[in-house]
């Protein structure tokens, strides 16, 4: 019994990586792909791609990383995980879902409800979450400080990116330039979103080598003090 559930919780951790990992790769192929590919990846937001005949492919790629991300968390929630951990973790996801339903304003046409609901989304998602994986790492790897490290930079990192944002935005009221050009927005907003999914992506290898080795390995990396560092 034990052997089958930890087979069933690796497979639920491979389902979750691969689905992460093929809404990114969804994402990057808008940046390659026609009509797409002249979207600038610099001033331009990810969600330009939704104003597009392209919106189908950035739509599916959002609800296969929000997918997996559910699954994710799940499994996390399992492993005895954080209440703050799952709670961001569902308001990433959720966040995600309300991107897709939501198109970001169209400013050709001018501002709406829809966009403004899509912004306030994507805020939520870009803070939420880098801020569900920092008590997940330690959770995840309590004696693997290499690890446990790796997470949480990828995350000191997407949080820092939006601090950028922030500055702008102070910045302006300050007298200085629009916040949306004060920063490479589009460039910022891919960097804050590839730190987080990489920081999630590292949670997700470590419960694959929880769940993969055998019973005795999955116990030492448990155990308080036996771990590589």
């Known amino acids: ?93 959720l966040s995600l879902l309300t991107i897709v339903l939501f198109t970001k304003n169209n400013w050709s046409v001018g501002p709406s409800t829809g966009g403004t609901i899509h912004r306030y989304a994507s805020v939520a998602a870009f803070l939420a979450l880098p801020l569900a994986t920092f008590p997940a790492a330690r959770h995840v790897f309590p004696d693997h400080r290499v690890w446990r490290w790796s997470t949480q930079a990828f995350a000191t990192l997407s949080l820092l990116s939006f601090g950028t944002i922030v500055v702008g935005a102070l910045n302006m009221l300050a007298g200085g330039p629009p916040w949306w050009r004060f920063v490479p927005l589009g460039l910022v907003e891919r960097l804050i979103a590839l730190s987080a999914v990489a920081a999630l992506l590292l949670l997700m ?25």
């Open 1 to 93: 019994m034990a052997v089958e559930a930890r087979t069933r919780r690796e497979t639920g951790v491979l389902w979750a990586l691969g689905g992460l990992l093929g809404g990114v790769v969804l994402l990057l192929a808008l940046h390659v792909l026609p009509p797409t590919a002249d979207i600038s990846p610099v001033r331009r937001t990810i969600s330009e791609y939704a104003l597009s005949g392209s919106k189908w492919l950035f739509d599916t790629a959002l609800v296969l990383i929000a997918t997996a991300s559910a699954l994710a968390f799940t499994l996390l929630w399992r492993r005895r995980a954080h209440v703050p951990t799952a709670v961001l973790g569902a308001i990433w996801t």
């Open 205 to 229: 290898l470590g419960l694959l080598r929880q769940t993969g080795g055998p019973p005795s390995a999955v116990r030492s990396w448990d155990r308080p003090g036996t771990g590589s560092g």
